[in-house]
């Protein structure tokens, strides 16, 4: 059974940096495309960055230039490092194990890890 972990959450001020983390266990971790995920009180969950089993990433547009997306293989990990952050990043983080190398579409959840930035 797989399992998604997420951990790194909290209260930051605008501006500052976070990094996030999701370990995926109960597979094989390399194989499949990974993501993370948010939605904010009200909105729908939304895409914030993808990245496949050989590691090509790609991101929501929101996001791009100071959110990076990586993954370790040797460690079932992938990580979220977000800098610069903005009131409107706060959100409920969400990582996704796809189930393919490349897409997330289908896929297993985390429960979720709260980013509040405050202005």
């Known amino acids: 059974q797989v399992q998604v972990v997420e951990s790194g959450g909290g209260l930051v001020q605008a501006g500052a940096s976070l990094r996030l983390s999701c370990v995926a266990s109960?597979?094989?971790?390399?194989?499949?495309?990974m993501g993370w995920f948010r939605q904010a009180p009200g909105k729908e969950r939304e895409l914030v960055a993808g990245?496949?089993?050989?590691?090509?990433?790609n991101y929501a547009d929101s996001v791009k230039d100071r959110f990076t997306i990586s993954r370790d293989n040797a460690k079932n990990t992938v990580y979220l490092q977000m800098n610069s952050l903005r009131p409107e990043d706060t959100a409920v983080y969400y990582c996704?194990?796809?189930?393919?190398?490349?897409?997330?579409?289908?896929?297993?959840w985390g429960q979720g890890t709260q980013v509040t930035v405050s202005s």
């Open positions: 109960g597979r094989t971790f390399s194989w499949y495309a």
């Open positions: 996704a194990a796809g189930t393919t190398p490349t897409g997330i579409k289908s896929a297993y």
């Open positions: 990245i496949t089993s050989s590691g090509s990433c």
